[in-house]
């Protein structure tokens, strides 16, 4: 853990958070933790609760939280954002896990594999990466989704990482499809190449 590593801020969430899933187990977890860890302010902190999405969403609702309707959130896992604790909230249900372990053994990016519960980092050493300038970027699995493959590409830039072969040949296939141009746009590519992600610039041309 960074020496600047600043956690308050996750324990207050999670105190909050302890009165309105009264009986429900949770965590907080992914790039809020990671960022936490290396002394980086969080854009959004995702609190993931174990149970069913009918159930969240009424608690969500009895809590005067609006639902996000958004067409473009994931409707299975993203519930709703809200402003908790002055900091950006998604409260988050993945129906298919239902312990903190299971939620992070489904997250593809190793440096994204890191739990706030219970007052303490979830002990997760053995399969989660802390960011670091120069080191090789760790998918669980390269049978992963498009828009979680293309986010590599954002982590390269955001920590100065390093893309493995595998990953820029699977990113490459990506762009020369055009399977994801939209999303990559959005990911601003462009200043991805100041990082060893520049192996990808002969396809950034790409139409």
């Not at 002394?39 to 174990?50: E, I, L, M, Q």
Request: aromatic fraction near 8%.
């Amino acid at each position: 853990m960074s020496s600047q590593a600043n956690t308050s801020k996750l324990q207050e969430l999670e105190n909050h958070c302890k009165t309105l899933f009264d009986g429900l187990n949770f965590c907080i977890a992914g790039g809020a933790v990671r960022d936490t860890l290396v002394g980086k302010a969080p854009k959004d902190y995702d609190v993931f609760v174990f149970t069913t999405k009918e159930i969240l969403e009424q608690r969500l609702k009895d809590a005067g939280i609006d639902l996000d309707e958004r067409e473009d959130r994931n409707p299975d896992y993203s519930l709703a954002d809200s402003i908790v604790c002055g900091v950006e909230v998604q409260f988050m249900v993945r129906p298919e896990t239902s312990t903190v372990d299971e939620l992070l053994r489904s997250f593809d990016w190793a440096i994204c594999k890191h739990a706030w519960c219970d007052g303490r980092l979830v002990d997760a050493s053995w399969r989660s990466d802390v960011p670091e300038a120069g080191k090789e970027l760790t998918l669980s699995t390269y049978d992963t989704p498009e828009h979680s493959l293309v986010r590599g590409v954002e982590f390269a830039s955001k920590f100065d990482m390093l893309l493995s072969s595998e990953t820029v040949r699977l990113l490459v296939s990506l762009i020369q499809a055009k399977a994801v141009k939209e999303y990559i746009d959005a990911a601003d590519v462009k200043e991805a190449k100041r990082t060893a992600v520049a192996d990808l610039s002969d396809c950034y041309a790409v139409a």
